[in-house]
T-cell receptor, first 113, second 109 residues
Framework: AAGVIQSPRHLIKEKRETATLKCYPIPRHDTVYWYQQGPGQDPQFLISFYEKMQSDKGSIPDRFSAQQFSDYHSELNMSSLELGDSALYFC????????????FGPGTRLTVL | DAKTTQPPSMDCAEGRAANLPCNHSTISGNEYVYWYRQIHSQGPQYIIH???NNETNEMASLIITEDRKSSTLILPHATLRDTAVYYCIVREDDYKLSFGAGTTVTVRA
């Protein structure tokens, strides 16, 4: 069965640079969630989109923005990167907001030097 | 405030059943109990979820107490590949998953 695809899988950036992470949900899934997991920490919700509209927002820094496109893929844009942004970034998808079960992608490991 | 409480760690012998407890005493009537696991640095993997009734699938069984204040995830025959952090999550109305401090399960040969 098709799963959530994330790209790139690994990304290395310098401080103050920008980064774009991409997420391709499971086919027919219309809801995308982004989570951040710092070293030794548990995943924390950042933001979600349903039918291309932002549906919920967590502790996402103002330097980050995200959107969902007409084909339901999503991109997380991160600017003015800081050392503390180094983390695993997971995308999850579900069928509808009330679709309950979220399925996660393999994650993007971002390292900021 | 954490909505669930889990033991920080537990060991299990390979081939034996692993019983993972979770307390969620403030759960409301329309909130589901979800279980996910995360094998080292991989994406969290969905295991099972339930509302009131006990549930079983190919991976595990979920036993929810009648008052819904606690639940137990049962891995019937633990293998080394089941070593992971297991998260019990009460799904809130706004649909996001709030991961707390899960249980680190180590399956030993």
């Amino acid at each position: 069965a098709a799963g959530v695809i994330q790209s790139p899988r690994h990304l290395i950036k310098e401080k103050r640079e920008t980064a774009t992470l991409k997420c391709y949900p499971i086919p027919r899934h219309d809801t995308v969630y982004w989570y951040q997991q710092g070293p030794g920490q548990d995943p924390q919700f950042l933001i979600s989109f349903y039918e291309k509209m932002q549906s919920d927002k967590g502790s996402i820094p103002d330097r980050f923005s995200a959107q969902q496109f007409s084909d339901y893929h999503s991109e997380l844009n991160m600017s003015s990167l800081e050392l503390g942004d180094s983390a695993l970034y997971f995308c999850a998808s579900s069928l509808g907001l009330a679709g309950l079960t979220q399925f996660f992608g393999p994650g993007t490991r971002l390292t900021v030097l | 405030d954490a909505k669930t409480t889990q033991p920080p760690s537990m060991d299990c012998a390979e081939g034996r059943a692993a019983n993972l407890p979770c307390n969620h005493s403030t759960i409301s009537g329309n909130e589901y109990v979800y279980w996910y696991r995360q094998i080292h640095s991989q994406g969290p993997q969905y295991i099972i979820h339930g509302l009131k009734n006990n549930e079983t699938n190919e991976m595990a069984s979920l036993i929810i107490t009648e008052d819904r204040k606690s639940s137990t995830l049962i891995l019937p025959h633990a293998t080394l590949r089941d070593t992971a952090v297991y998260y019990c999550i009460v799904r809130e109305d706004d649909y996001k998953l709030s991961f707390g401090a899960g249980t680190t399960v180590t399956v030993r040969a």
